[in-house]
């Protein structure tokens, strides 16, 4: 079975960072591909950051630049650091993960089939 505990949120003020962790339990981080992703209220999920099973990765604009994913396999873990954080950026972030090597250039968040239960990202300004 497959678990994903996403941690590392919090508060930031704006131009500040937050570095989120995914620890992976019966699937393999690296591998695969995996992603993150953010929703806010009212709002659809919204892909922001994948990585693809040979590490290829992918960001929406608005994070370019800002933002970076990564894997470490011997920890089993996803990160996302997140930095020059705009409020913007104020959201629940997921990680996720499917069963395939490639990620969807659009981040379609319905080819993933694991999702963690979130962790709060809060950016004032």
């Known amino acids: 079975q497959v678990q994903l505990v996403e941690s590392g949120g919090g508060s930031a003020q704006a131009g500040g960072s937050l570095r989120l962790s995914c620890v992976a339990s019966?699937?393999?981080?690296?591998?695969?591909?995996m992603g993150w992703f953010r929703q806010t209220p009212g709002k659809e999920r919204e892909g922001v950051a994948s990585?693809?099973?040979?590490?290829?990765?992918r960001y929406i604009d608005s994070v370019k630049g800002r933002f970076t994913i990564s894997a470490d396999s011997a920890k089993n873990t996803l990160y996302l650091q997140m930095d020059s954080l705009m409020p913007d950026d104020t959201a629940t972030y997921y990680c996720?993960?499917?069963?395939?090597?490639?990620?969807?250039?659009?981040?379609?968040?319905?080819?993933?089939?694991?999702w963690g239960q979130g962790t709060q990202v809060t950016v004032s300004s």
């Open positions: 996720a993960a499917n069963d395939y090597y490639w990620c969807p250039i659009d981040h379609d968040a319905r080819i993933y089939t694991h």
């Open positions: 990585r693809e099973g040979g590490g290829k990765t």
């Open positions: 019966g699937y393999t981080v690296g591998s695969r591909c």
